[in-house]
């Protein structure tokens, strides 16, 4: 199967904080661009910062734009080099996907999804042994609002793990 998706020039992993969406891309896709919103916002804070690491407390909604923003700029650049990308995001909603599948539209690339579907308590675990563990309320909340990606969303394969 992964092979099979070695075909496609976008891939976008998605699953909740601590599904192994960064272990997945590592092990299996690791000759391609990573992109991760994630590491993003942890870089610029500690950009920003003078080396002050990232904790929860630091989320706010400005610098969440911003981060979005550097996302899109770093997919658009990679993609006009077209050099096979892997997106490496929590992305639990439809909405929350769109904007990928609309780049891969605008710079006529193939997209395929690979949805890693944990129990809650799975999640919870796996969260808790990461570096940048996030609260335990978030990806309650995240689990309960998640949409089980489908092709009619513009994908032109979707795995679910």
Request: proline fraction near 3%; charged fraction near 30%.
């Amino acid at each position: 199967m992964m092979e099979e998706l070695s075909k496609y020039d976008i891939l976008l992993i998605v699953g909740n904080y601590g599904a192994g969406k960064s272990q997945l891309a590592r092990e299996h896709f690791g000759d391609r661009k990573r992109i991760n919103r994630h590491e993003l916002r942890y870089h610029l804070v500690e950009m920003t910062n003078h080396g002050r690491k990232w904790s929860p407390e630091d989320w706010d909604e400005e610098l969440e734009g911003l981060v979005k923003h550097l996302e899109t700029d770093i997919i658009q650049h990679y993609l006009e080099r077209r050099q096979k990308i892997i997106i490496d995001n929590t992305s639990l909603t439809r909405k929350s996907r769109a904007p990928y599948v609309a780049l891969a539209k605008k710079f006529h690339q193939t997209i395929a999804c690979i949805f890693l579907d944990r129990d809650i308590s799975v999640l919870l675990r796996q969260n808790r042994m990461r570096e940048y563990a996030v609260p335990d309320h978030v990806i309650i909340q995240l689990h309960a609002k998640t949409e089980v990606p489908s092709p009619e969303e513009g994908f032109g394969r979707v795995v679910v793990q």
